[in-house]
């Protein structure tokens, strides 16, 4: 088996003449491209777009509650503000992000497929995106919706004087994107591995985006239905969930939260997957327990659906619901702790380097711990009487939406940017702008927890005094945390421009996508690869030749 | 009663349950601390020992190890199990009143709070309430959603328009309190609370005589009942009435004429008025007339309350009827107290024609609505 197809390092040194990104240069060529690739940047730009308008909603929602009174922005405005910031980062930056730029870009590669099985299905994923997005934009404009990002019966059907219905249909539509990108990944890891590529040597990134899809699959239809019933009764006055006709107000958490719990974890499942491929990659050393981490990726995604109800302790539900999800809460947690323990042990033994994709993988660990168990602590029923609807859930989710998705997207991305680029940024900027953003992000978050605690109820414009010095460390470190992401944003496009040329395979590993030229060609790979090894194989059976390597690169430290 | 009760970090206990809430708060955060420590230190550890030696060089070989697997799935499962039962044990207190409790009626309305006491004091934005007593809020709005949140008792509970929840304490220590609205609701979220106060039972009567109350909602229930919508013409008179015998019915299992049996609690009373063609009585016929749209939710909390005065089960009730309003020191409207017509802050739901009709912006410019949605 050995000889079959051994890594050749001079042969995928030399550049193909034409790569993904010099494969035509029309404007035509990039928005009709059938290329996962060029979709993904397509994605790449666009969620980004979306990222700063989110986060210029952060700013102004910090600003606003930098005093207690609502003097920055009148209530109506921040209600909106705060609206407006929850919608846009969930719906259209962070659901999106991983799955559709990088397991875009990388899920073919890393399997050694050409493209997903349906590109042009994937083409028009992006195309809704852009629709239910654009739809968005348009609301904004017009003046924008006040009902929180939950959509909460009768206020959203009923009183709110805002422009619920073309949001509601700007998410109904992006929507069929999430439900899109999840058919093709599954349709894809099903149908396209490479010869010897099976299911147990696939990187841990592709199955946390086969049970992310799963998820996006099984639960967006629950979300589009959600809207249109409440177009419904927005529309045609029909009782669905305003009881003054007829309808239950309560039935629209469950069926809102039968969809966003699960989409939570659309929001950290890829991370997880992002998070496995550094730790193990950059101790250059098998991960451990590789068989627990892909199966407590499909545990969270299967558990996940039963567990909305922790979001409606408070809600009316029955106490004995309560009760059940209050359990089932606590069983979900269990895969989440093993994933975290087997990436600390993979660090044990291994040959760990500091680069920045490992940073963003240790700060990630660190804040998703905090973020898992505070979740626990919202799951414990009693507790969570105290705590719903507090800052406490406002610094939780942020824990882990965060100090884990986003930090596993930026790890991501800085390890994957020489490949998707071909250009390698500036070592030295990346590692201060990391160490900027854990620093700003602890300083803005974790305060919530105590003011949670102290009881400072979410979504007020206006505060009691008392709660005043916790809310300016919190704006400081927003503060911080921005100039933290405004980094990134300039040395990684100068870049593309001035930055170094990237070898195929700038980190030196085994992955399939490691073994393509940066960046790698429209069919991915010249030929067609034989996978004969393990994922995260160091070993020479993965055809990595060490020795030699270190020779031809001339590398000591 | 001091200004800010607040300590550094924690809100005061001022409640029966806030020690159990705090206490298993310190549980899990010491468990939390110890774990997250050890996690990290541990991280921390192995990445400044196992720094690489050499560019390039591989790791240890190691891939596994099915007794660490088991032992780091069993411990976090083992603590979140103490989390659980403690966390149930909790709310259990939390949310079953003890049986003899004093009722207060509340009604949310966008963005204010309204308190009635069972001997007819009525409250704006704040609510008396002597120490040591169990009190049990039953609560209901006439809007959207509402949420009653007290964090120096460590409860809250949502309010839900439509049907009754309720929420019970026992106050331990006098002093004043945060009351906040804590599940969102349009424009002036944030400014909808005010304030608890906990009095000695001494000042709470003190109270209560200073602020002479007007009909209590027993009164004013008998009054709607006997005279006003009526009620009595079929549900009173003896063995010729055609509406069903309501006394002694309270918290009795009623059976109806689909052979079901339904607990008459508060929610049932209320739904029989709004909507009686839903449970008809085993042998009574359905002729009786909705009352929806007719009735304030003011005004069927006081029917609720006569109805099961009748079963003898409510607490004993003011007599000094028919004297001036109370005012409240921070009441943002006049309340009146005389007939039923002016006890009521707002107008009936369907003929409400002040501006918090228009939704949660009054002041929104009239370019940014959607007006299919305005029915009313
Ligand atoms: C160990 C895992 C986790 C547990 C046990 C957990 C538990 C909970 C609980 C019980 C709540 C409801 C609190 C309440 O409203 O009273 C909650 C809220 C929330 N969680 Fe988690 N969580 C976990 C992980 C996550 C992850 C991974 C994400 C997202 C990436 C997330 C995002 C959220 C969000 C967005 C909310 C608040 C939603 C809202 O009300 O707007 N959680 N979590
Ligand atoms: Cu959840």
Not at chain 1, 94 to 102: E, K, N, Q, V, Y
Not at chain 1, 362 to 389: M, Q
Not at chain 2, 314 to 335: C, D, H, P, V
């Amino acid at each position: 088996m050995q000889n079959v197809n051994p890594i050749n390092f001079e042969k995928i040194k030399e550049e193909p003449k034409v790569n993904y990104l010099t494969n035509g240069f029309t404007v035509k060529s990039w928005l009709l491209t059938k290329d996962h690739k060029r979709i993904a940047i397509l994605y790449l730009i666009t969620v980004s777009a979306f990222f700063a308008l989110g986060g210029t909603y952060a700013s102004l929602i910090r600003l606003e509650l930098l005093t207690p009174a609502s003097d920055l922005l009148q209530s109506g405005t921040y209600n909106r503000v705060f609206t407006q910031h929850g919608i846009i980062m969930v719906f259209f930056f962070l659901i999106p992000s991983i799955p559709a730029i990088l397991g875009n870009f990388l899920i073919p590669i890393m399997i050694g497929a050409k493209d997903l099985a349906f590109p042009k299905i994937n083409l028009l994923s992006w195309y809704f995106y852009i629709i239910g997005g654009s739809l968005t934009l348009y609301a904004l404009l017009q003046g924008g919706v006040d009902t929180g990002w939950t959509f909460y019966t009768p206020y959203s059907t009923t009183f709110s004087n805002s422009y619920v219905m073309a949001v509601g249909l700007g998410i109904f539509i992006n929507g069929f994107s999430s439900i899109l990108t999840g058919l093709n990944f599954i349709v894809t890891i099903h149908t396209m591995r490479a010869p010897g590529m099976t299911w147990f040597r696939m990187p841990l990134f592709v199955w946390a985006h086969y049970a992310t899809s799963l998820v996006m699959l099984l639960g967006t239809p629950v979300i589009a239905i959600t809207v249109l019933l409440l177009a419904l009764e927005r529309l045609a006055r029909i009782g669905i969930f305003d009881p003054a006709i007829g309808g239950d107000p309560i039935l629209f958490q469950h069926l809102f939260w039968f969809y966003s719990h699960p989409a939570v974890y659309i929001m950290i499942l890829p991370g997880m997957g992002v998070i496995s491929e550094l730790i193990s990659n950059f101790s250059r050393k098998k991960i451990f327990g590789y068989e627990f981490i892909a199966f407590s990726s499909i545990a969270i995604a299967v558990f996940g659906f039963l567990v909305w109800g922790h979001h409606m302790f408070v809600s009316g539900q029955s106490v004995y619901a309560g009760l059940v999800f209050s359990f089932l809460t606590m069983v979900v947690s269990v895969p989440s702790a093993i994933k975290v323990f087997n990436w600390s042990a993979t660090l044990y033994k291994g040959q760990i380097s500091y680069d920045t994709p490992m940073l963003y993988a240790l700060f990630f660990i660190g804040l998703f711990l905090i973020g898992g168990l505070t979740g626990l602590f919202l799951g414990s029923i009693g507790l969570t009487v105290h705590l719903t609807d507090t800052y406490f859930i406002v610094a939780h989710f942020h824990y882990v939406m965060v100090g884990g998705q986003v930090l596993a997207y930026l790890g991501g991305l800085h390890y994957w940017w020489p490949k998707i680029t071909g250009k390698m940024y500036s070592e030295f900027w990346s590692k201060i702008a990391a160490i900027i953003i854990f620093v700003g992000f602890n300083l803005t978050f974790f305060p919530q927890f105590i003011l949670g605690y102290m009881g400072m109820p979410r979504r007020y414009a206006s505060y009691p005094p008392e709660f005043q010095v916790l809310n300016i460390f919190s704006t400081a470190g927003a503060s911080i945390l921005a100039i933290g992401l405004i980094i990134p944003l300039i040395y990684l496009t100068y870049s593309i421009f001035f930055g170094e040329k990237a070898s195929a395979n700038p980190w030196l590993l085994p992955g399939l996508e490691w073994r393509t030229s940066s960046p790698p060609p429209t069919e991915n790979f010249e030929e067609t690869p034989i996978v004969y090894w393990e994922a995260y194989d160091f070993t020479e059976e993965s055809g990595l030749d060490l020795e030699d390597a270190r020779n031809k690169y001339k590398v000591t430290v | 009663m001091q200004e800010n009760s607040w300590v550094p970090l924690f809100p005061e206990q001022a409640s029966t349950f806030a020690w159990q809430v705090d206490t298993l708060y310190f549980y899990m955060l010491a468990v939390s601390t110890v774990v997250g420590i050890g996690i990290v230190a541990a991280i921390i550890f192995f990445f400044i020992k196992y720094r690489e030696k050499e560019k390039y060089a591989t790791g240890a070989e190691i891939h596994g190890s099915i007794g660490l697997e088991t032992t780091w799935s069993i411990i976090p499962f083992i603590f979140a199990m103490t989390v659980f039962v403690g966390g149930a044990y909790v709310f259990y207190n939390q949310t079953r009143p003890p049986v003899d409790t004093t009722e207060i009626y509340v009604v949310g309305k966008q963005w204010m709070w309204k308190f009635q006491h069972s001997s007819g004091q009525r409250e704006i934005n704040e609510l008396h309430v002597p120490v040591g007593r169990n009190i049990k809020l039953t609560m209901t709005t006439e809007d959207v959603l509402h949420d009653v949140y007290i964090p120096a008792f460590r409860t809250k509970m949502d309010v839900i328009p439509g049907r009754y929840t309720t929420l019970w304490f026992n106050a331990i220590k006098p002093g004043k309190y945060h009351l906040f609205c804590a599940e969102y609701c349009g424009l002036n979220h944030s400014g909808m609370g005010g304030w608890i106060y906990v009095m000695e039972q001494r000042d709470f009567d003190n109270w209560l005589s200073g602020n002479v109350s007007g009909q209590t909602p027993v009164q004013a229930g008998q009054d709607l009942f006997q005279n006003k919508l009526g009620c009595a013409s079929c549900h009173a008179g003896g063995a010729s009435q055609r509406g069903a015998k309501l006394e002694g019915i309270y918290g009795k299992d009623i059976k109806l004429t689909n052979g079901q049996a339904v607990k008459a609690d508060d929610e049932y009373i209320r739904n029989s008025i709004l909507n009686p063609s839903g449970q008809i009585v085993e042998g009574f016929q359905p002729i009786m007339p909705t009352f929806k749209g007719q009735v304030t939710e003011e005004q069927l909390i006081s029917l609720v309350a006569y109805i099961k005065s009748l079963s003898g089960s409510t607490s004993s009730s003011s007599t000094n009827s028919g004297s001036t309003m109370n005012s409240t020191s921070s009441g943002r409207e006049t309340m009146n107290n005389g007939g039923t017509n002016s006890t009521n802050l707002v107008a009936p739901r369907a003929d409400r024609g002040d501006s918090n009709s228009q939704g949660s912006n009054p002041n929104a410019p009239k370019t940014q609505s959607e007006p299919t949605n305005r029915e009313r």
